[in-house]
């Protein structure tokens, strides 16, 4: 108690890992003012670029006030010379170079003299550099915001859910178990294929995009191995890594049904593994569940069907919108294109 849950936001290389922001403001955890006296931990000013410099090396974020950071970091404290946005996107298109910089047995860091020694091309003027940063920002805001649009349709159709089969269901139907409503097939390797248009999914979402899909109708994919519950719906042909189900659907109208009840249970407290969270065929095709009426199903697609069209078009304009931004980044850091002649 006298380290953790006092006021001042730490952020460790964990937060950054998971953060998809620009600018962070808090972590996972808030440590005290004698928990700071006594550790090797800083405080960053408000917009110190913060970059992870040991394992994982090459998250970045900026800070968007004062924050203490751990040992895992290397931040750039930036002077009049330059915008802290555009530092930002600097430290991502160079993030591989940076990251082939570490060195270590037990774990790779990027040491302080490293860093320091990097070489960069900026504009001298911080304007330009300002309107470098606001093209690249805006297309990364539109993203987020079509994100939050998807989480916030994701929570409506998992509303519709709750209410029509957990609050209000019809005591006629059936009582069964996930088995009678899908068949859980096993993913498989992918490294051997080349690289085309098909998603791969892991446990933490799409990978890579390969040559050839796994499978091509509606399914329901549930993490095998790793973070049991990151569940998945996918309505596109597909490729599934070994460490991850996917399911066919027995019956028609099924599949969100299927997503929703077992994105509702926690996997999680249901792991057959002792190193590594694992889940099975056994434990997930023994679930109960009350089997709704095929009027129901039909009901409650033809509810969600809308909002499920509307993420897919979303999730198709971030991708486009993201391969935009990774297509402009290096080339408006070198100087190839003229920020000014990019219309958005």
């Known amino acids: 108690e006298d380290y953790y849950g006092g006021s001042i936001p730490w952020i460790t290389p964990k937060d950054l890992s998971s953060f998809k922001g620009r600018y962070i403001t808090s972590g996972e955890r808030n440590i005290t003012e004698k928990g700071l006296a006594s550790c090797s931990a800083q405080m960053m000013p408000k917009d110190a670029v913060l970059f ?66 990097v070489k960069v091309r900026i504009p001298l003027d911080v304007s330009y550099q300002k309107r470098i940063a606001a093209v690249l920002d805006s297309l990364d805001t539109k993203i987020e915001n079509n994100e939050r649009i998807n989480d916030n349709l994701q929570q409506q159709a998992q509303a519709i859910y709750s209410s029509m089969f957990i609050d209000n269901p019809d005591p006629a139907w059936s009582h069964g178990h996930l088995s009678d409503l899908i068949t859980v097939k096993y993913g498989k390797d992918h490294k051997k294929l080349a690289d085309g248009i098909y998603p791969v999914y892991g446990s933490g979402g799409i990978m890579r995009y390969v040559e050839r899909p796994l499978y091509n109708k509606e399914s329901v994919l549930i993490p095998r191995k790793g973070t049991l519950n990151n569940v998945m719906y996918a309505n596109q042909p597909f490729w599934s890594v070994d460490t991850m189900f996917y399911t066919e659907m027995k019956l028609p109208n099924v599949a969100k049904f299927v997503y929703h009840f077992v994105k509702a249970k926690d996997l999680a407290s249901m792991n057959a593994g002792s190193a590594v969270p694992s889940m099975t065929t056994d434990i997930l095709n023994a679930m109960e569940v009350v089997i709704p009426s095929a009027s129901a199903l039909e009901e409650f697609e033809s509810l969600v069907a809308p909002m499920y069209e509307a993420m897919e078009a979303n999730d198709v304009q971030s991708k486009a919108l993201s391969q935009m931004r990774d297509t402009l980044l290096p080339k408006l850091m070198s100087g190839k294109i003229d920020v000014s002649s990019v219309q958005l």
Not at 84 to 111: C, H, Q, R, W
């Open 52 to 117: 992870t410099s040991r394992a994982p090396i090459g998250y970045v974020a900026i800070a968007s006030q004062s924050v203490c950071t751990n040992q895992g970091f290397k931040s750039i404290v930036v002077n009049e010379k330059a915008d802290p946005l555009f530092v930002y996107y600097l430290l991502k298109y160079n993030k591989d170079a940076i990251e082939a910089m570490g060195s270590g047995t037990t774990f790779k860091e990027v040491s302080g003299k490293t860093m320091r020694a």
